[in-house]
């Protein structure tokens, strides 16, 4: 396809604006006049930008509300040491207190003897057979509830090897198979994104050295004669690194629309779901960062896809002229 | 001062197909000389001119362009040696998508000259040219004499004091020719050095200036006195 030929006006001077005149204001315009002469060409790279980026950043944008449900569902989740029926309850008091300063544990409470058999007492059928028994036969207990960090990684076992090791505590219930199967399934799905998104980031990367070499080849022309007219190897390489700058940024932001429009597309049936199971939890919009960091990521991509770009292509020129630099 | 010494250069040196475009070639210009470069064509004129603005190394022998020698000029400052001379082509590559403004200003944003001082020195190297209304065309708009005309702006719009012509007047007819002939002397009046190369032996007549005759890769005549 012809790249349109620009409008001639009569009040047309042929004059641009003034800040296309500076080396940085010229590598811009040069960079954009680009994208504008081939529309359909620069739309379909950008939306395929931003269609293979869309992805990770859903990824990013739903993964702060997944760890607050994992957490908040981990919440209520403890283990319990019981203690050796010898302990005092001040020394059992003591030690829960001395456990709830790890940083890995949130809270401890100690059920005392005499509050066990209360509530031992409160179901009939038992406060008869515990009146059979004459004294008190239960055991103090520590209740520990790990930090929802501590729960979320493997440190819950550290946490239980600790109780067992204290000379105080004869035995430890551990009650927790299904966080450890959802500790599996989170990691394994962390690995899938991870690597989900990093194949996708390394296509959109693919994407930006493609387009960015199809331009070399293009401005072939124009960079004989800018380097004939005295251009040193920057005021050549500007306007490369600012294509590859220009495609990463909006393919960053295409990006980051198309995530939030599959997040807005998701927070219905999202609420609906959790409103099934008793939850008034809802997906909410990510914080302005996120986004943010997104652009800044797809920018990053777009400049190192054109530096590499560019020095695969010096090399090249390099090794088929060497007498020449 | 352009000096050239015993200079030989040979293309595709590395190749079977090596073929020597200058032998033995030596030859001094003072500042502010005009001097015309001719021969056939493949006589080796564009290698001289090429040697000049640096495009090439020459396989033996020595270059010196004013206070540069090019034998131990580095790279990186080959660019700056090549904002201090003109080159005008015999096809001017001009920027088909940008207007004739922009074309003769490429010199001047390379040099990193600020907005008003380039609008103010297009306008007058485009007077100078006799291109001062066409400033808003695209070059597939112009005649081939005006597209050189467009050329010969850009490589003056700078003020070089250098300017290397490449047959800027091969595919005119002779009359343009002759005007683009008369703007070389123009510059040159006003204090340009001016290498001018050309087979056209026609459009020489009647011009008392140095000539340097090249004839397969050597000079023919007795060089200008140094």
Redesign the interface.
Known sequence: MS?R??R?TPD?????P?WS???GG?ALAQSL?QLA?RPVASTATLLSLGITLALPALLLFLSAPLEAITARALEGESLTAYLDPATADLDGAALAAELAARPDIRRTRYVSRDEALATFRAHRDIDDSLAVLGENPLPGAIVVHPDTTALGDRSVETIARLLKGLPAVERVQVDLDWVRRLQATLSLARRVALLLGGLLVATALLVIVNTVRLELVRRR??L?????????AA?AHRPVLCTGLLLGGLGGIVACALALCALLLLRGPVGELATLYGSSFRLPLPPPGEPALVVLVSTTLGTVAALATLYTTSVRRTAHHP??? | MIDFERVGLVYG?ETVAARAALEDVSFSLPDGSFTFLTGHSGAGKSSVLRLV?R?E?PTRGTIRVGEDDYATLP??RE???????G?VFQDS?L?A?R????NV????????YP?EA??TRVGAALERVGLGAR????P?ALSGGERQRVGIA?AVVARPRLLLADEPTGNLDPAISADILELFLQFNAAGVTVLFASHDTALLEGFDFPRLTLVAGRIADEPPAR
Request: hydrophobic residues 40%; charged residues 30%.
């Open positions: 790249p030929r620009p001639e047309d001077d042929g004059i641009g003034r005149y500076g080396r010229y006049r002469a022309r124009e004989e004669l800018a380097t004939l007219l005295g251009a040193g005021f007498g020449t630099s | 040196r603005a495009l190394r790279p990186r660019p700056a040696l090549r904002r201090r001379m080159i590559p920027l998508e207007s004739v403004f922009d200003a490429l010199p001047l944003v390379i040099g990193g907005f380039i609008r400033a808003a065309a695209r597939s850009r």
